[in-house]
């Protein structure tokens, strides 16, 4: 039986081509690795963190959380990632971060917990007000079975999964939601 609280999980177990083939949570960011910054962001917010990884797993596990690999071999997207995430969670409801994503709101958590509260929706995912950012969601655990039977079908696609099983949004300022995919963009940004 999963306890009451929130597990926070990162997903750091992209390729980072984009990145030039670096492992984004490791990349710089006015001088710190995001992983670090996001690690600060979130740890009072949640009762757990999960860090799910494919590479630098020992670094990641310096950090003092536990680290663990996508449930399914080969870079198969972010999808992977999240079913991992919930099948290794101790708590019911899941957060989910980008590794490459260090503006994380300071209220994340409060603001998911709270309107699920108020919908009752298993996806509750992050907005700028016009787009939704598909890696900042919460997700409940009960989720994972349709989740496995949705990768088996081939589904690798979160918004459209979310949409099946029932979402709904939460809206934050954009650069809360703010992520890094390549070298250029962290150096307009420093």
């Known amino acids: 039986m999963l306890k009451q609280g929130v597990t926070g999980v990162i997903l750091a ?11 984004k949570g490791w990349v710089c960011y006015q001088g710190r690795p995001m992983i670090e910054q996001i690690l ?8 757990e963190i999960i860090i799910v990884a494919n590479r630098n797993q020992d670094a990641y596990a310096e950090l003092g959380v536990k680290v663990v690999a996508d449930c399914l071999e080969g870079f198969q997207g972010p999808l992977v990632g999240i079913a991992t995430g ?3 969670a101790c708590y ?6 980008p590794c490459d994503g260090p ?11 709270a309107q699920y509260a108020v919908s009752g929706k298993p996806a509750i995912v992050a907005s700028d007000g016009e787009r939704i950012q598909p890696m900042v969601v919460m997700l409940q655990t009960s989720l994972l079975a349709d989740l496995h039977e949705a990768l088996k079908a081939g589904e690798r696609k979160p918004d ?3 949409a099946r099983v029932g979402m709904d949004q939460v809206s934050f300022p954009a650069q ?4 890094f995919n390549t070298p250029e963009q962290i150096k307009q940004s420093d």
Request: proline share 2%; net charge negative; aromatic share 10%.
């Open 92 to 97: 019911q409801q899941v957060v989910f971060v």
């Open 13 to 23: 177990g992209g390729q980072g081509q984009r990145m030039g083939g670096q492992d």
């Open 176 to 179: 809360s939601l703010h992520n």
């Open 103 to 113: 503006f994380i709101s300071p209220d994340l958590v409060e603001r998911f917990t």
């Open 86 to 88: 919930l099948e290794q």
């Open 160 to 162: 459209r999964w979310y």
């Open 40 to 47: 600060e962001r979130l740890q009072d917010q949640v009762d």
